[in-house]
């Protein structure tokens, strides 16, 4: 219980901070027309989109740690404080992990505010983009169930059952990064497929960087 | 200009004169009018999960939360508790967190106890699906089916589950497949248990249950069929070898004595499979 909130927490308030202040980034620099003179320097512009993005990275990277180990400690205190007789063990390695895919997940998000960003004029877009995004990739596993699992006759015609198809190809499956219940139960976890999974956000990241460093090159400021 | 300066200051006071005087109006009515705690919708399950995003967990426990206060605030009052309502509730909070094993502790704390018995059990169903180290879950299954359904023989199939989860309720899990009349299946667990154990008392100990349960074993059959050949019930056992159908009333090897409860239809034993202290 303790665990799950303070993980829970620590991912939601990283989210706040990764939304609020990741939209900030590039538009309050076009906005306030400081971007002239950073397009001025001798570095490229693809450069100057993916440093911040490291920068954001950085930031996200420190809440969800000081976060998470807080809430790690939150829960030895409750631990002792109350001390429970059944489901007493917390997977200290588990909690680990889940944290570190929070991270990636809020990472995912970053890359796609950024490349939202990149095309975007005022801030409130990306913003409001990027949580459409987020809520969209927590729940695609879930609309492919219900699709696929529906029975005939309150199935959705064809071509919503082929977008969200779609969408569960383009969208992350952001519940694939839920540890938390392995850290809280501690379940085993497969280590192989945490591999991949990191290795499948890490990608998602760089096409998402990519592009948007590519439209970001082509964009002219008036 | 010295009317003016004041202005603020006297607006200040009479503005918080006013607002103590409402809010201690606010503050009674709100006392005195409290909503207690009130069932709310629980939007279908498959919704749930889809709009509760990365926070199954905590919404999970939320919904076991109210449960709990709701029902804690009725027992209070003594009034009757809307049961349906709480089984939709841990039904979506298990089905969102479906290890969430405060969920599944309270639902069999509650709900059978007023009748919601095979609702319990499918919850607990899927309890044990996913916590499948755990050995309350069912055992609680169990002791649903003997204390309400009063089913020996399912009760004693999830002791079996539990047992191999958490050895010290073998004892338990015997003792209902015996109370089942399903003595070999409590046989053949014995001699699975004797080929596992190396402590030479521990083994003794077996072999004299083993003994026993034979003996009751032999014992029933002769029962069921003399009852199919006269129709008729063998009083005493003895009966049973002036038919002919056993050659010698077993021994117990506890020190006790077999008869036969027609009103349960099982053999029993004035040792109760317990040496004499």
Not at chain 2, 37 to 64: E, F, N, Q, T
Not at chain 2, 175 to 198: D, G, M
Request: hydrophobic letters at 45%.
């Amino acid at each position: 219980m303790a665990c799950d909130f303070s993980l829970s927490s620590a991912s939601f308030i990283s989210l706040i901070l990764t939304l609020f202040i990741g939209q900030n980034l590039i538009t309050k620099d076009i906005d306030r027309r400081s971007i002239y003179t950073v397009i001025s320097l001798p570095i490229k512009r693809g450069e100057y989109i993916i440093g911040k993005f490291l920068g954001l990275l950085t930031l996200i990277l420190f809440s969800v740690t000081i976060l998470s180990a807080l809430g790690g400690l939150s829960v030895c205190i409750a631990g002792v404080l109350s001390p429970q007789e059944i489901n007493q063990t917390i997977s200290w390695g588990n909690y680990f992990l889940a944290s570190l895919f929070i991270f990636l997940k809020l990472a995912i998000i970053a890359a796609i505010l950024f490349l939202f960003s990149s095309l975007a004029t005022s801030a409130f877009l990306p913003l409001s983009l990027a949580i459409a995004f987020y809520m969209i990739a927590e729940s695609v596993e879930e609309v492919r169930i219900f699709i696929e699992s529906a029975s005939p006759n309150i199935k959705p015609n064809l071509a919503i059952q082929y977008l969200a198809k779609l969408a569960y190809y383009i969208f992350p499956n952001f519940e694939a990064f839920d540890l938390k219940p392995a850290a809280i139960y501690s379940l085993p976890i497969d280590t192989g497929h945490l591999v991949y999974l990191a290795a499948y956000s890490l990608f998602y990241m760089v096409i998402a960087m990519a592009i948007a460093a590519i439209i970001f090159e082509r964009r002219e400021f008036l | 200009m010295r009317i003016s300066r004041q202005l603020p200051i006297i607006l200040i006071l009479i503005s918080i004169l006013g607002y103590t005087v409402s809010f201690s109006q606010v503050d009674r009515y709100r006392r005195n009018n409290r909503l207690e705690s009130r069932i709310a919708y629980i939007p279908p399950v498959g919704m749930l999960k889809v709009i509760s995003l990365d926070y199954k967990g905590i919404v999970s426990k939320l919904l076991l939360f109210r449960g709990m206060v709701y029902y804690g605030e009725r027992q209070e009052q003594n009034v009757r508790q809307d049961l349906p309502w709480m089984y939709n509730s841990f039904e979506a909070s298990t089905t969102l967190d479906p290890y969430n094993i405060d969920s599944y502790y309270f639902a069999q704390a509650t709900l059978p106890w007023d009748g919601m018995v095979a609702e319990t059990n499918r919850i607990l169903e899927r309890g044990m699906k996913h916590r499948d180290w755990d050995f309350y879950i069912p055992f609680f299954i169990g002791f649903n089916h003997f204390h309400f359904l009063g089913d020996d023989a399912k009760a004693a199939e999830y002791f079996d589950i539990a047992a191999k989860l958490n050895p010290a309720l073998i004892e338990l899990s015997l003792k209902f497949h015996y109370r089942a009349n399903q003595i070999p299946v409590a046989i053949a667990i014995l001699e699975e248990l004797y080929s596992k154990i190396n402590n030479e008392e521990i083994r003794k100990n077996i072999t004299t249950r083993i003994e026993a349960y034979t003996g009751a074993d032999t014992l029933y059959k002769g029962v069921q069929a003399y009852k199919k050949r006269y129709n008729n019930i063998p009083h005493p056992l003895n009966q049973l070898i002036v038919r002919g159908i056993i050659e010698e009333i077993p021994k117990d090897p506890y020190g006790g004595e077999f008869y036969y409860d027609a009103k349960e239809d099982r053999i029993k034993t004035t040792s109760n499979f317990l040496f004499k202290k």
